[in-house]
């Protein structure tokens, strides 16, 4: 027992001294609690709400937006969710919305600077909550300002989602002129017509200037 002891807290050691797989490789062989302490680094918050997609998704928006942030992104996911990405200069953030039942959403928020922010991802939550709670019924998330994102370079493929003109996004320049690559928080591909305003390479975020079609 005092051996696995001992090789614990020395994958411990290896994990915040190395970077990259090496040290999550030595961790991942060895038993117990310390895996369980290394995948609750990357973990965010979730809480399920009595509320329809719809409801839900204006309810986030609003939270957001009363936080001084904004959906900069919204992904439609093929099982009838969605994923956000919103962010500043310092936060980057994610959101997922899945659907449980026609009045039963679950919301699952990460944030994170270098390390993870959970206490951004508490007041999320909690903000949310009280959206929900004083929302009109009527009330649907304003897509107006958005333009669209495509599954390939042209107008006239699918939209797989939206992006809000001045965000800051994962970006890059395609190999079609006036289309950019777009990192999805699923970590998928899209296409939006626009320009990178500030393509700063140590900036993993770029300030996009997107174009209506």
Known sequence: MGHIM??????VLLLLSCSGCVALSAVSAIPGTLF??????????????????????????????????????????SDGGYGIGFGNERLDGEITLRIQTPALTT???KAKQSTREASVEHAIIEMIDGQLQN?????????KKYNSLRQDPSSKSP???????????????????????????????????GTIIDDDEKQKRKIILSKSE
Not at 135 to 140: E, G, H, T, V, W
Not at 185 to 191: I, R
Request: charged share 25%; proline share 4%.
């Open 159 to 193: 939209r797989v989602g939206w992006a809000r003109p001045g965000a800051r996004l994962e970006a890059s320049n395609s190999n079609v002129k006036q289309w950019l690559k777009v990192k999805l928080p699923s970590g998928e591909t899209a296409y939006l017509k």
């Open 6 to 11: 001992i090789l614990r807290t020395v994958a």
């Open 107 to 109: 919301v699952y928020v």
């Open 36 to 77: 369980e302490f290394v995948g609750s680094q990357f973990v965010g918050e979730e809480r399920s709400y009595p509320a329809s997609m719809r409801k839900t998704l204006t309810a986030v928006q609003k939270s957001l937006q009363a936080m001084k942030l904004d959906v900069d992104i919204l992904e439609i996911q």
């Open 135 to 143: 929302l009109p019924k009527k009330a649907r998330f304003d897509a």
